[in-house]
């Protein structure tokens, strides 16, 4: 696995521009429609995290082979702002976002993101998939011919106690679902930590650079362990190799 750092991320829930066996230590309702606390993603409640996990504040990765995880900064603030991992050429960017107890988000984003890919020209097709309705988007590319293309976006969302989880695949995994396996084996798997302080619907959930990546680019060296985005500026990487 190997760790990087982007910049220049400002992704918001209305804008399209990442186990242990779970436990009900939590009675919360079940507002994914699909069975989430059996199924995926878990909350911090739910699952063991005491080994073999990526701390990164509100999100917690399980690692795999051949993962690299990026870590998106916005530019004004140098807050970590989204989670992207990058596997056999696909890649998923991840959100979580503070929600309320009793009331889901995800029908009322999904609307929005559709009107925001709208505006920008392109098209959303609302399907069932293995987390529940999901949106595929395609977003028109800027091209120097006369024909214009389009990149494809898979916008998943799930509701949990207390908070909200986006994921977006693109690459190749985004239209075909057979590559879109690992991806969403990774997004199965991942723990949300909502924390216990009181934050408003849809305030980002923190995250933060994992100790030993931040250690390893205090002393100027990588190590081992562990509106849409601009092109991503590569930092210091931390690799995994299982």
Do not use: C
């Not at 992704?11 to 939590?26: C, F, H, K, M, Y």
């Not at 989880?165 to 693109?170: D, H, N, Y």
């Not at 723990?191 to 995250?207: A, F, I, N, T």
């Amino acid at each position: 696995m190997l760790f990087g750092r982007g910049k220049n991320a400002k992704l918001t829930a209305e804008d399209p521009s990442v186990l242990g066996q779970p436990n009900a230590r939590r009675t919360e309702p079940d507002k994914s429609g699909y069975g989430r606390a059996q199924r995926g993603p878990f909350d911090a409640s739910e699952a063991s995290t005491d080994t073999g996990y990526v701390d990164l504040g509100s999100i917690l990765v399980r690692p795999t082979e051949g993962l690299q995880l990026r870590l998106e900064l916005e530019e004004a603030t140098q807050r970590v702002v989204a989670v992207t991992m990058d596997l056999s050429g696909s890649s998923l960017q991840l959100q979580a976002f503070a929600a309320p107890r009793s009331e889901g988000l995800w029908g009322e984003i999904r609307a929005q993101i559709a009107q925001s890919v709208a505006s920008q020209g392109g098209t959303v097709e609302e399907a069932e998939g293995a987390f529940g309705t999901e949106l595929l988007a395609r977003l028109p590319v800027e091209s120097s011919g006369e024909r214009r293309t389009y990149r494809a976006a898979r916008f998943m969302g799930v509701d949990g106690p207390r908070w909200f989880l986006r994921g977006v695949i693109g690459g190749p995994a985004a239209e075909d679902h057979g590559a879109s396996a690992a991806l969403e084996e990774l997004f199965r798997n991942i723990v949300v930590d909502r924390g216990e302080s009181p934050l408003p619907p849809r305030e980002l959930l923190p995250l933060r650079i994992p100790a030993e990546a931040a250690q390893h680019e205090a002393n100027g060296a990588p190590g081992a362990g562990p509106r849409a985005p601009e092109p991503p500026q590569r930092g210091p990487e931390i690799t995994h190799r299982g």
